[in-house]
Nanobody
Framework: VQLQASGGGLVQAGGSLRLSCAAS????????MGWFRQAPEKVREFVAA????????DYADSVKGRFTISRDNTKNAVYLQMNSLKPEDTAVYFC????????????????????WGQGTQVTVSS
C-alpha cells in the first residue's frame, strides 16, 4: 500500500486543519491506520489510530478532545481533523497502515505499522 498524506500548512494557535491520507490500494480496508508526528530533534510519536472498519479509535493523551481520526473505505482514505491547535502540535505528520494481524486494534506502537506515507508539515504559530 502506498500512502500519500496532504493537508498540512501554517495555522495560528487555536485554528484547525484537516489532514488526509490517500491509499493507492484496494486492500486499504484490510489495514488499521495511524497518524504519527515528529517534531525537530524529537522522536516520532503516536497521535491517533483507527481500526480497519472505523469502529474503534485511540488517541494520544496530548490530542484527546482536539483531534479526530476517521476513515472512508470507499475512498481509500483516512483523515485527521485537528482543532484547537497549539504551537506544540508543530511537526511533520505521517500516516501509516498496520500489519494485517493488527488491523482490528488501533495501535500506538509504530512497529505494528508496515507502510508509511511521506509526511506533511504542520506549523502552528503562537
Amino acid at each position: 500500500v502506498q500512502l500519500q498524506a496532504s493537508g498540512g500548512g501554517l495555522v495560528q494557535a487555536g485554528g484547525s486543519l484537516r489532514l488526509s491520507c490517500a491509499a493507492s490500494d484496494r486492500t486499504f480496508s484490510d489495514h488499521g491506520m495511524g497518524w504519527f508526528r515528529q517534531a525537530p530533534e524529537k522522536v516520532r510519536e503516536f497521535v491517533a489510530a483507527i481500526n480497519y472498519s472505523g469502529g474503534s479509535t485511540d488517541y494520544a493523551d496530548s490530542v484527546k478532545g482536539r483531534f479526530t481520526i476517521s476513515r472512508d473505505n470507499t475512498k481509500n482514505a483516512v483523515y485527521l481533523q485537528m482543532n484547537s491547535l497549539k504551537p506544540e502540535d508543530t511537526a511533520v505528520y505521517f500516516c501509516a497502515a498496520s500489519r494485517w494481524r493488527y488491523r482490528n486494534i488501533p495501535s500506538a506502537i509504530a512497529g505494528r505499522y508496515e507502510h508509511w506515507g511521506q509526511g506533511t508539515q504542520v506549523t502552528v504559530s503562537s
